[in-house]
């Protein structure tokens, strides 16, 4: 299989947008959520938003709530992250993980990782003052 590949990414001005896609191809069977994740250096990775594959049913950080939109197209098998009103503190690499967890709501990020999660590369995105 092969793994998650994120795109979108750029450097973008505060108050801009960018839309990351996550292409997932391959993983709707073996993992019900698709979790965004940033990590700026020197900083923990810190989990965004979620969607789960059934019932599309979605999860925020409160650090984004109300500025990112995640949403999919299951027919092409791609999770979407739209980022409006973009911060400096924005700033990170994004990462998407496909992964299989046993609880709803904020579990798809806050489950501890598996060997089974599939990650993605990772997409930089930088916003600037």
């Known amino acids: 299989q092969v793994h998650p590949v994120e795109s979108g990414g750029g450097s973008v001005q505060a108050g801009g947008s960018l839309r990351l896609s996550c292409a997932a191809s391959?993983?709707?069977?073996?993992?019900?959520?698709v979790a965004w994740f940033r990590q700026a250096p020197g900083k923990e990775r810190e989990g965004v938003a979620a969607?789960?594959?059934?019932?599309?049913?979605?999860y925020y950080a409160d650090s984004v709530k109300g500025r990112f939109t995640i949403s999919q197209d299951s027919a092409k098998n791609t999770v979407y992250l739209q980022m409006n009103s973009l911060k400096p503190e924005d700033t990170a690499t994004y990462y998407c993980?496909?992964?299989?967890?046993?609880?709803?709501?904020?579990?798809?990020?806050?489950?501890?990782?598996?060997?089974?999660?599939?990650w993605g590369q990772g997409t930089l995105v930088t916003v600037s003052s």
């Open positions: 969607i789960y594959w059934r019932g599309g049913s979605k």
């Open positions: 391959g993983y709707t069977d073996s993992s019900n959520c």
């Open positions: 993980a496909a992964r299989e967890v046993a609880y709803g709501g904020s579990w798809c990020v806050q489950a501890p990782r598996d060997p089974l999660d599939a």
